[in-house]
C-alpha cells in the first residue's frame, strides 16, 4: 500500500512562483515512476508532469512545458513539482500519484494512490 502525502500549494500572483512537495510513505518509492496532475473545477483531471524511477528520464503536459520541472528525492521519498511563471489558469488542485502501469502514461487512469491534493491558486 503506497500513501502520498502533497503540500506547498497556496495563494500566488500571476508570474510567481511554489514548489509543490508529495511524500509517499513506502520503501520502494524508487521503484514507481510518479506523476503530477491536476484539476480545475469543472473540468478533467489534467497530465502535468512525471518522472521515471531513477529521476533520468520526465514529460510534461504541453500548457507547462517550459515553466514546470519535475523531480524527487528517493532517498526522501518525495516527489517535487516546482513551478515558475505561474498563470491564472494554472488554479487547481494538484494531485501526485504512482504510475501503476510503469508505462510512462499521461493518462490518469493508470494511475492509483492518489493523495487528497493541494490547492494551488494564481491571482492575475
Known amino acids: 500500500q503506497v500513501q502520498l502525502v502533497e503540500s506547498g500549494g497556496g495563494l500566488v500572483q500571476a508570474g510567481g512562483s511554489l514548489r509543490l512537495s508529495c511524500a509517499a510513505s513506502v520503501r520502494t518509492f524508487s521503484g514507481y515512476i510518479m506523476g503530477w496532475f491536476r484539476q480545475a473545477p469543472g473540468k478533467e483531471r489534467e497530465f502535468v508532469a512525471r518522472?521515471?524511477?531513477?529521476?533520468?528520464?520526465?514529460a510534461y503536459g504541453d500548457s507547462v512545458k517550459g515553466r514546470f520541472t519535475i523531480s524527487r528525492d528517493n532517498k526522501k521519498a518525495t516527489v517535487y513539482l516546482q513551478m515558475n511563471s505561474l498563470k491564472p489558469e494554472d488554479t487547481a488542485v494538484y494531485y501526485c500519484?504512482?504510475?501503476?502501469?510503469?508505462?510512462?502514461?499521461?493518462?490518469?487512469?493508470?494511475?492509483?494512490?492518489w493523495g487528497q491534493g493541494t490547492q494551488v491558486t494564481v491571482s492575475s
Open positions: 500519484a504512482v504510475d501503476r502501469t510503469y508505462s510512462s502514461s499521461s493518462d490518469p487512469g493508470d494511475y492509483g494512490y
Open positions: 518522472i521515471s524511477e531513477r529521476g533520468i528520464r520526465t
